[in-house]
Each structure stands twice: as structure tokens, then as C-alpha cells.
């Protein structure tokens, strides 16, 4: 880094909010932050170094819309038709349409610029069938539902890894963008990743995506080496080495007959020229991606400053956006408290037991069964003072026959007071694999009937076991934040 540009970094965030204070005034939200970050020239990992989270987050501040919560706009969606084409298997719809995940894209259009700059829930979600009054855990329960989607084939946007289709390697569980679809609906799905993308880096809330790390280091703007590509396909530079190094005559490697294709990242064969062109391969593999690439960084656009992503590495901005993918219990105890019950009782001390003998994947199972969610914010910052609160409640009798209760609009776990540790166990592993419809009794009777409920206004029950909850100073959590 020359002197000039170590000069400069002092100045960056001044002239960064320069540039804010006129992002409304100019066709690109983001250009002259961009225009800065570029006249500085400040490398990335010194910007890291010398403050690059808080400038990022002096940024993002900057730009916060502050509106009332009675104001964020409500979708109406339809999760029913969902579950049945996951059960059939296949797409929900043509091109994924009808999954959560496409009924929100198209509802995307409706929402005004500023409307995605809120630091909080950026919409109200109300499901076909399942009575809630969303204050936040509907909210969530909807970001769960497409990162899940997105991962289980309900949508064409996702392809595993190379790898993880041939069953060996590292990354057999990544996903990488589909670089097959390329119609202007495909695009569009696209845009909106990024704009959940964005939305995650906003408020703090993860995602549970898993993409390999070549996405991540496209998004924020750094170039793909054949080392990259190595480490989701791990067959494909030792074929092609193979190919260039062989010494075999002209005549031994015509009879051999080898066909002259190599698969690509969706599985496809491209046909080779007889000639080997090592270069232009290459480029067409370090490249494949660059127009889906391209659309999720025009949506990750409507929220965040794009062009200050350069910042960070492709693994930094995967935290960013995912948290970590294990989560760590400690700092869910934390931001725990409790409600009829001492924190040293036997009983909180089983569940925590409990906790600490769950795998990732159940702990995964609670976090979505209590909030919604599948991953913890990074910090306690970002839980937004947001509690884990666990209440006792007597009214069960006898206890151990009940399962847990769950409120994901107020990250409340309602629990009987189970007479021993296996008890406990035995109905929380339940609740978390099986109980996950926010009303069972509405989508039973819509999921039998076929057909879809009308916007019924079912939410008494809900509501009136959430008031016990909201009525002991707890006024805030009604807020939705």
C-alpha cells in the first residue's frame, strides 16, 4: 500500500458521508461511495485493519430508513401448495413460482427503495392456513422457508457442487449459482437473492445458506483462480493436466477414442475442440458464473453499498450474511432470561444440558422451532436486545404429558415443568423435528379440504397466550423489533 493511500484512510469516512448525504440525488444509490472507495484506493485487508467493520457499519447507518412498524407492508403467502411439491419432489410450480421463495419475488416490485433500508423486519408476512399475528417470528419463519427452498431443489437458482455430485472432494455440501437459467424470471429470482442477501447484512439476521466459497468471493468482487475452482471440482484440473501432459503418439491417443467433452459446473458436457485450448477453457470455467454473479450484486445493490464489499474477502462477507454455521451456546445463554423459574432450578439446568448434547443440526432445529431462524447473530450486538426467554408455566398437568410451546415473534420458549432430565429431552426433540407449522389445526384443515383459506383473521388463540407473555413488561417485544 503506498504512503498516499495509507494517507487517505482517515479521510475515507468523512468523505463517505459526503457522499451519503447526496445518495438520493444520483441514478445509482451507491455511486459516490463507490467513486470514493476508488479514488482512495485503499486495499482491502489495510482497511480491514484500520477499522473497515466500522466503517462499513457507519455506512449502513447512514443510510437507515426509520419508519413506524405499522408501516412495514404486509405479503400474503401461500406455503401449502409448497409442501405438497416438496413432497411430490420437483420444483413448486413452473420455475419454482409457487415456492415461498418465488411468491416473494414477485412481490417485490411493490416494495419502494427505501422501504428495504429498515433495520429490522423488512416486511409483515401473513400464511395461507396458519393463524399468526406477526410480530417478527412470521417475518422470520419466511427467510427460514426460502433459505430452505433454495437448498432442497424447490427452485432452479442453487446447483450442489461438482463434488458434492460425485460424492468426493471437500464442499460436497455447497451449492454454487446456477449458471444454466438465464431467463429475464430466472434474473429476476437472482436480484432477489440479493436482495435477501442484503437484507441480512442490514439487520443482522443470517441466513442459512450454504454457497461455496468462489460465490462469496464473486459477491464481493474478487477474482476466481484455478485454485477456486479446485476446491468445489476437484477433477476437473488433473483431467485437463491429464490431457495436455499426455505423451502417448498421435496414433495411440487417436485409439483411444476419448470423447472431446468436460463437464461443466451444472453437469453438462461442452464439446472441446480436437486442439487443446488451455486458456480459453479455463476462462469459460473462472467465468460461468459472471451474469448470475452479476444479478445478485445489482439486488445485494437496493440494500447495502456494493462497491465497499471489495472491503472484505469472500469469507468475511459469508459471515456477514450467514453468521456461523455452529452455534454456539454460550452466546444463547447470554442473552437468556427467565420467567417462573430461577436460573439454577433443576430444570433449566437439564434443558441446557439437553442443549449441550444436541448436534448442530438439532440445535439448527430449535433456533427455527423458538425464532424462526436457523443461525445466531455474530454477536450479542446483534441480537438488537433481543432476550431468549424462557418461561415455566404450571397450568400443564400433568407436565409430562405436554410438549414444549413456542412464540417465534417473541423468541419465547414456554416449558411444563417436566419431572426429569429424559423427560424433557424426549418432548423438546419432538417439538423441534415435528412441530412446525405456526397452527396445525388451520393447515390440517386446508391441507384435507384442498382448498386455500380465505384471509381469515384466526388469531385469538395466539394472541391471547402472547398477552400473558407481553402484559409483565414486556411491552417492546409487540413492537416486532
Known sequence: ??????????YVSSALRHGLRSRRSTGNRWHRVGVHAHVTGVHSTRVHQEGGGEFWRETLSGSVTLVCDHDVSSVLLCSVQVKRSRSKGGLAGPDGTKSVFGQMCSKMASFSPDSLLLPHRVWKVKFVGESVDDCGGGY????????????NALTPLLIVTPNGRDESGANRDCF?????????????????????????????????????????????????????????????????MYIRDNE????EFEAMTLPFTVPNASGQDIQLSVVYLQRS?????????DEQVSAVREGMARVVPVPLLSLFTGYELETMVCGSPDIPLHLLKSVA?????????????????????????ERSLFLRFVWGRTRLPRTIADFRGRDFVVQVLDKYNPPDHFLPESYTCFFLLKLPRYSCRQ???????????????????????????????????????????????????TQDYLTGH
Request: glycine letters at 4%; charged letters at 25%; a negative charge.
Open 423 to 473: 423427560v424433557l429431552e424426549e418432548k423438546l426433540k419432538y417439538a423441534i423435528h415435528f412441530c412446525k407449522s405456526i397452527d396445525t389445526d388451520d393447515y390440517a384443515r386446508i391441507a384435507l379440504s384442498g382448498e386455500p383459506a380465505a384471509d381469515d383473521s384466526s388469531e385469538d388463540s395466539d394472541n391471547e397466550d402472547a398477552d400473558s407473555f407481553a402484559s409483565d413488561s
Open 176 to 240: 454454487l449459482l446456477n449458471p444454466a437459467v438465464k431467463s429475464s424470471l430466472h434474473f429476476s429470482m437472482f436480484r432477489f437473492l440479493g436482495v435477501l442477501l442484503g437484507i441480512a447484512i442490514r439487520t443482522g439476521s443470517p441466513l442459512s445458506l450454504n454457497l461455496a466459497e468462489p460465490v462469496w468471493k464473486q459477491l464481493a468482487g474478487m477474482n476466481l483462480t484455478i485454485a477456486d475452482l479446485s476446491e468445489v471440482d476437484k477433477d476437473f484440473i488433473p483431467g485437463l
Open 337 to 361: 432470561t427467565y420467567k417462573g423459574v430461577e436460573p439454577m432450578a433443576p430444570l433449566i439446568q437439564w434443558f441446557w444440558e439437553v442443549m449441550e448434547s444436541f448436534s448442530n443440526t
Open 1 to 10: 500500500v503506498s504512503g498516499v493511500q495509507l494517507h487517505s484512510c482517515p
Open 248 to 251: 502417448a503418439t498421435a496414433e
Open 140 to 151: 422470520s419463519e419466511s427467510i427460514a422457508e426460502m433459505c430452505e427452498e433454495l437448498q
Open 281 to 289: 477453457f479455463f476462462y469459460h470455467r473462472l467465468h460461468e458464473f
